[in-house]
């Protein structure tokens, strides 16, 4: 077990899991411009670290994942220092998109604003029974600015996008299921077991492959389809040239497992 401390965020290393906790549970875990910049900061070490093969992000405490940007911040911001802030989120949240690992949002409670636009930059979202999920900007004067208006619309369609947003209503993690915001829903007492299952699911998979799956489906999103199957073909040809492809084939012949290196 590997620890790194930071201000407002804690990191863990444990059998290839990577897991990074918003750790302001007072505030419950609201994202002030320090903590996104001390998010930006440790992804910078983790997009790089070898011991890191799957990143889970998720809230302290019971209550919250995170519950938004940090109002008290934000109340006495003009459009300038509002810019600034979105900007530094954006950053650290294409950054999650960009790493190389496939990482995961261990949602577990309340789930808002900043918090959800966070939670739709992990690639796959596993939620308590008791997560709340919404977009409440509109209720305090303000559009989503950490993303909210165009991932959000992606994962789920212009119609909920719109409902979720201009409502400003929360909604449960079974509902946020059903419309396709949340990948899994388990009690709370389960998250952590139900999100080591899939890393480890994940991690016994050619490695290459893993990283390029993710690589090809998020470029070829915003790819006209003709471009984004060719795209895939020279990714899917590209894996033909790894040692994991010869073993992952080889050992299906040989009935046994693969052993792969990630070369
Ligand atoms: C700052 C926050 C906070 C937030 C909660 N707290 N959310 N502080 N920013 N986003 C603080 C409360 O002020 C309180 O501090 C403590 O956390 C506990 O919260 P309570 O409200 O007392 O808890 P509860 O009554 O159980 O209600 C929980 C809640 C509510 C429903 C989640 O806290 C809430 O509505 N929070 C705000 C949610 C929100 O609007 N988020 C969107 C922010 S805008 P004290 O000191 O009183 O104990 C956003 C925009 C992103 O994210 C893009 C902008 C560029």
Not at 189 to 197: P, R
Request: aromatic share 6%; glycine share 10%; proline share 2%.
């Amino acid at each position: 077990l590997i620890m790194k401390e930071y201000q407002n965020l804690l990191f863990t290393v444990e059998d290839g899991i990577g897991t990074l906790t918003i750790n302001r549970p007072k505030s419950l875990n609201a994202l002030n411009s320090d903590t996104l910049a001390e998010i930006g900061e440790a992804l910078a070490e983790i997009k790089t670290d070898p011991t890191v093969k799957v990143l889970v992000i998720t809230g302290s405490g019971q209550k919250a994942f995170v519950a938004g940007a940090d109002i008290s911040q934000m109340v006495s911001m003009n459009s300038i220092e509002a810019a600034a802030l979105s900007e530094l989120a954006h950053n650290a949240f294409r950054t999650i998109e960009s790493l190389p690992q496939i990482t995961i949002a261990a949602v577990n409670g309340y789930c808002l604003g900043g918090g959800f636009e966070l939670a739709n930059s992990c690639d796959i979202r596993v939620a308590a029974t008791s997560a709340k999920f919404g977009q409440p900007e509109v209720g305090l004067g303000i559009v989503p600015g950490f993303g909210g208006t165009q991932r959000l619309t992606r994962l789920v369609g212009r119609g909920k996008a719109k409902e979720i947003i201009a409502t400003g209503s929360q909604i449960t993690a079974k509902e946020a299921h059903a419309i396709g915001a949340v990948e899994e829903v388990v009690e709370l007492d389960q998250l952590m077991d139900k999100v080591n299952e899939i890393a480890h699911k994940i991690m016994k998979n050619g490695p290459v492959a893993v990283r390029m799956a993710k690589y090809v489906i998020d470029q070829g999103a915003d790819l006209e389809l003709n471009t984004a199957i060719s795209f895939e073909t020279q990714m899917w040809a590209q894996t033909f040239a790894t040692k994991d492809q010869t073993e992952g084939m080889q050992a299906f012949l040989e009935k046994r497992h693969a052993k792969f290196t990630g070369e």
